[in-house]
């Protein structure tokens, strides 16, 4: 079975900063692209970041200049860096990977179990 663990969420007061890691383990073949998404109580989930394989990265604007993405494809870990957070970043964040399992199969989405980001004082 694959896993995407996630770590890093928690409090962190308005302007603070705060790092999640998201570590996918189990039988895989390869990792395609990898990303972040958050969801905020009564609204949908939206994608924050992505970065593909080779290191390309993608942000929404209302996080670019604050939040970095990137990845160690020897840990097949993807990490987010949010800086300058605003109350509005308060959101449980999900971890996604494309990943193949074997040669026969194609990439699918795996998704983490969430990490509870809160930013208030």
């Known amino acids: 079975q694959v896993q995407l663990v996630e770590s890093g969420g928690g409090l962190v007061q308005p302007g603070g900063s705060l790092s999640l890691s998201c570590a996918a383990s189990?039988?895989?073949?390869?990792?395609?692209?990898m990303g972040w998404y958050r969801q905020a109580p009564g609204k949908q989930r939206e994608l924050v970041a992505t970065?593909?394989?080779?290191?390309?990265?993608r942000y929404i604007d209302f996080v670019k200049g604050r939040f970095t993405i990137s990845r160690d494809n020897a840990k097949n870990t993807v990490y987010l860096q949010m800086n300058k957070l605003y109350p509005e970043d308060t959101a449980v964040y999900y971890c996604?990977?494309?990943?193949?399992?074997?040669?026969?199969?194609?990439?699918?989405?795996?998704w983490g179990q969430g990490t509870q980001v809160t930013v208030s004082s």
């Open positions: 996604n990977a494309a990943i193949r399992l074997n040669l026969a199969s194609s990439y699918r989405d795996y």
């Open positions: 189990g039988s895989i073949f390869s990792i395609n692209a």
């Open positions: 970065i593909t394989r080779g290191g390309n990265t």
